[in-house]
């Protein structure tokens, strides 16, 4: 059985920095897409940055030039490096990572969500 384990969240002043990290439990050859979603209070799930297959790299407009997204096949983990963070930041960031488990076989999980608050 596969999950994603998530980490790195914490409470950050405007201006600096954290690294979530997305790690397959489990064995598998590697994470081939992984998308950060994050969602604040009352709002809607939204999507801020994207690896995929074909190696394509999607950032949310706001997250552009401040946010990057990565992963190492070695450990079979995704992170999501988070700069210059700012009050608006504040939610909770979801991966949800497509990882191929064989060759012609893939599993889809969600992560369990880590708290990122960005204090003004």
């Known amino acids: 059985q596969w999950k994603l384990v998530e980490s790195g969240g914490g409470l950050v002043q405007t201006g600096e920095s954290l690294r979530l990290s997305c790690a397959v439990s489990?064995?598998?050859?590697?994470?081939?897409?992984v998308g950060w979603y994050r969602q604040a209070p009352g709002k809607q799930r939204e999507l801020v940055a994207a690896t995929f297959s074909d190696g394509t790299i999607r950032y949310l407009e706001s997250a552009k030039g401040r946010f990057t997204i990565s992963a190492d096949d070695a450990k079979n983990t995704a992170y999501l490096l988070m700069t210059n963070l700012k009050p608006e930041d504040t939610a909770v960031y979801y991966c949800?990572?497509?990882?191929?488990?064989?060759?012609?076989?893939?599993?889809?999980?969600w992560g369990q969500g880590t708290q990122v608050t960005v204090s003004s």
């Open positions: 949800n990572a497509e990882v191929q488990l064989h060759i012609g076989e893939t599993w889809n999980g």
């Open positions: 489990g064995s598998a050859l590697r994470i081939s897409a």
